[in-house]
């Protein structure tokens, strides 16, 4: 059996339960610095929680304007990036929604070859 990874808050938690069944004169302030440090952590993951939903919406709006520049030809993620005339689009990014895309069965992927030989990945809305 696999045993639970303990979380810093986990931790505290322990601690605090220990401190708040011992005979220390102190304990209070223990206990309130503990619960402190346990509402720090909570604030962190809930600011992570938002930070990533806005990556995430961002993400899904520009998968979606990648969708709207397909056609049913193929083009290449270099045209597609060049079409979007946006310099913080990266060609990254844009290979990185496609391939979403394409999971999702909306896009469909094929190899072609180009002017100089060099064989690349083609991208088109699925039939």
């Known amino acids: 059996m696999e045993e639970k990874k303990l979380t810093r808050k986990d931790l505290y938690s322990m601690a605090k339960e220990i401190i708040e069944n011992s005979d220390a004169e102190d304990k209070d302030i223990l206990v309130e610095f503990i619960d402190k440090q346990i509402q720090i952590l909570e ?37 597609i990036t060049a079409s979007l005339n946006d310099e913080e689009i990266t060609k990254a ?35």
């Not at 809930?46 to 397909?70: N, Q, V, W």
């Not at 990185?96 to 990945?121: C, F, H, M, P, Y």
């Open 43 to 79: 604030n962190k993951a809930a600011k992570a929680k938002e930070r990533a939903a806005e990556k995430r919406e961002a993400g899904d709006e520009l998968r979606a304007t990648i969708k709207d520049l397909l056609t049913d030809e193929y083009q290449t993620a270099d045209d």
């Open 93 to 127: 990014k844009v290979v990185a929604r496609l391939g979403q895309l394409v999971k999702n069965g909306e896009v469909e992927k094929t190899d072609i070859k180009t002017e100089s030989g060099r064989v690349v990945k083609a991208y088109r809305l699925a039939e």
